[in-house]
Structures are given as structure tokens and as C-alpha cells.
């Protein structure tokens, strides 16, 4: 129901934009979510979109280099990621809740789907 797709190998310095596309569940009443997973450490928040679109919310650390969006049109949110950094490898995954609480925007429990994942490799 979440597919994700955008990942690759890029050097630092350079951009890359994820998307994931929704199927089978209306997205105007989900808000959305993009997570990453590094080797050997725990699922982290990297940046969240509420239903209404209003402003999204996003991790310290990638604030001013990542933006996520969201196309009601395409049943789609992305994540522009620029200026990426050897500790944004990771792998990324999008998720879905249809009733998130502000409180809980950043805990991975929160979510009712999870997409695939799609590898984040930055690499000189």
C-alpha cells in the first residue's frame, strides 16, 4: 500500500528526492511520514506531514537540506534532499497513520503502514 522508491549511491554534497506513492487507502485522510534506518542503530524520524498540509515538521538534523511535500493528485509525498551528508546513509521508509497525534509525530509506533524502504547511500 506504500511504495517507496528513489534511493541510490551519490556523493556528499549532492541531492537525491524520494517518493512514496499510496495505494488502496484514501490519502487525504492520512497524515505521512519519512523515517530512516542506519546498520545497527534504531529507527529515526526524519520528517512528518499532517493531513492538512500544514507546515511539515522536521528532525534537527536535516532541517534546512530536506523537504517533504505532499500531491494529493498522485496519492504521493516526497522528501527533497539536499546537501546530504555521509550520516544520511541509511535506509528510508515512509509511513502512514490516519489519526497522528502532535505528541507522537516522531514515534515509529504511531503508524498504521510502513513501506518497503528504499537505501540512501552517501559516499565519496
Known amino acids: 500500500q506504500l511504495q517507496a522508491s528513489g534511493g541510490g549511491l551519490v556523493q556528499p554534497g549532492d541531492s537525491l528526492t524520494l517518493s512514496c506513492v499510496l495505494s488502496?487507502?484514501?490519502?487525504?485522510?492520512?497524515?505521512m511520514a519519512w523515517f530512516r534506518q542506519a546498520p545497527g542503530k534504531e529507527r529515526e524520524f526524519v520528517a512528518a506531514?499532517?493531513?492538512?498540509?500544514?507546515?511539515?515538521i522536521y528532525t534537527d538534523s536535516v532541517k534546512g537540506r530536506f523537504t517533504m511535500s505532499r500531491d494529493r493528485s498522485n496519492n504521493a509525498v516526497f522528501l527533497q534532499m539536499n546537501s546530504l551528508r555521509s550520516e544520511d546513509t541509511a535506509v528510508y521508509y515512509c509511513?502512514?497513520?490516519?489519526?497522528?497525534?502532535?505528541?507522537?509525530?516522531?514515534?515509529?509506533?504511531?503508524?498504521?503502514?510502513w513501506g518497503q524502504g528504499t537505501q540512501v547511500t552517501v559516499s565519496s
Open positions: 506531514i499532517r493531513k492538512t498540509n500544514s507546515n511539515p
Open positions: 509511513a502512514a497513520d490516519s489519526g497522528l497525534i502532535l505528541s507522537s509525530v516522531s514515534n515509529p509506533r504511531a503508524y498504521d503502514y
Open positions: 488502496g487507502i484514501p490519502f487525504s485522510r492520512y497524515d
